[in-house]
């Protein structure tokens, strides 16, 4: 029965499984805004556990080398980590409609979180210590997020205006430089060298795809308001 002055849909309950379909989009998009601070907030938890670490010096990936005092702490928060990309990942394959570039950028952000969960089993040593074939698989398994992350990047480019695609460009050239830069000076660790640039340029790159997650999740929730994307 249609309300005189009133369209029908305006009468459907806020339990219709559209609406609830939506909300659970948007709640999933919205760990793509939470991954940065968590990430962040895992770094200076795990930093703690050692007195003299050194962000601007010190890999991310010291911080769960194998000995390392931080390495229970960093691997019971990195699960967690996982989660909230797994959650985002969802979120955009749910938003992605018709559109193949989303879906494979869903299906990228997939593979990170495999890699990562992989990485427990082959976490590199403590600076000093000879290569084992850890510390090759840990090498292997960083090239290879890196990967996916470029791909996650540069697919998402596809999905929307000039604007985000001079963004995501930026972006990766950003992860390709800093990323370069990061592997020259790992070679140093085996050796215990001096790596003065390595944790910044590593934390550079990281950090300009942790700020792509939240950009996308904001794309991703406005466009639906603004136009709409296929379901």
Request: net charge positive; proline share 5%; with cysteine.
């Amino acid at each position: 029965m249609t309300i005189v002055g009133f369209p029908h849909y305006h009468t459907r309950p806020l339990t219709h499984p559209t609406h609830r379909r939506e909300l659970l989009r948007r709640i999933l998009l919205a760990f793509g805004i939470l991954i940065p601070p968590l990430y962040v907030a895992i770094n200076l938890l795990g930093a703690a556990q050692w007195e003299n670490y050194s962000f601007a010096s010190q890999a991310v990936s010291e911080l769960s080398a194998i000995s390392a005092p931080s390495r229970s702490l960093l691997l019971r928060l990195g699960a967690v980590y996982d989660l909230f990309v797994l959650a985002f990942a969802v979120g955009v394959w749910r938003s992605a409609g018709s559109k193949r570039s989303l879906r494979f950028t869903a299906a990228c952000l997939f593979g990170t979180v495999i890699v990562d969960t992989l990485f427990r089993f082959a976490p590199m040593h403590l600076r000093g210590t000879p290569p084992t074939l850890t510390d090759t698989m840990h090498i292997v398994l960083s090239a290879a997020i890196s990967l996916y992350i470029l791909l996650a990047v540069a697919s998402s480019a596809a999905a929307f205006g000039r604007g985000f695609r001079v963004y995501a460009i930026a972006s990766i050239l950003i992860m390709l430089i800093s990323g370069a830069w990061t592997g020259f000076e790992a070679r140093g660790v085996p050796t215990n060298a001096p790596t003065p640039l390595l944790g910044l340029m590593e934390r550079i790159d990281i950090g300009a795809y942790l700020l792509w997650t939240a950009v996308l999740a904001v794309a991703l929730l406005r466009r639906r308001d603004a136009a709409g994307l296929d379901r």
